[in-house]
């Protein structure tokens, strides 16, 4: 099994910027990939981004491109979602997921591993 344990989340005003982090551990020598979703109240869970380290690289939903970025430190089994330039409608909890196989065709399938979520906050 794999845990996932995000953190960061926090109140910010409209234009800031937040880093979201999430610490991987267990079994987590099969992971490929690890991404980031989001569910805002009343809204189903929607796809952010993901990193995939087998060589595909990184994707990101159109609504954040630009503005989020995920990086990973893979001395700490960490990944991160650096958030800049939010807007009210990114408020949402934040989940970790993590997946032992991925396609860039299909980003938002195959994780198998989520977190509890952060909640990000972003109101004036």
């Known amino acids: 099994q794999v845990q996932l344990v995000e953190s960061g989340g926090g109140l910010v005003q409209p234009g800031g910027s937040l880093r979201l982090s999430c610490a991987a551990s267990g079994r987590t020598f099969n992971i490929v990939v690890m991404g980031w979703f989001r569910q805002a109240p009343g809204k189903e869970r929607e796809f952010v981004g993901a990193f995939s380290w087998t060589g595909i690289g990184r994707k990101y939903a159109d609504s954040v491109k630009g503005r989020f970025d995920i990086s990973r430190d893979n001395t700490k089994n960490t990944v991160y979602l650096q958030m800049n330039n939010l807007k009210p409608e990114d408020t949402a909890v934040y989940y970790c997921?993590?997946?032992?196989?991925?396609?860039?065709?299909?980003?938002?399938?195959?994780?198998?591993?989520w977190g509890q979520g952060t909640q990000v906050t972003v109101s004036a």
């Open positions: 997921a993590a997946g032992e196989r991925w396609s860039p065709l299909r980003p938002s399938d195959f994780f198998d591993y």
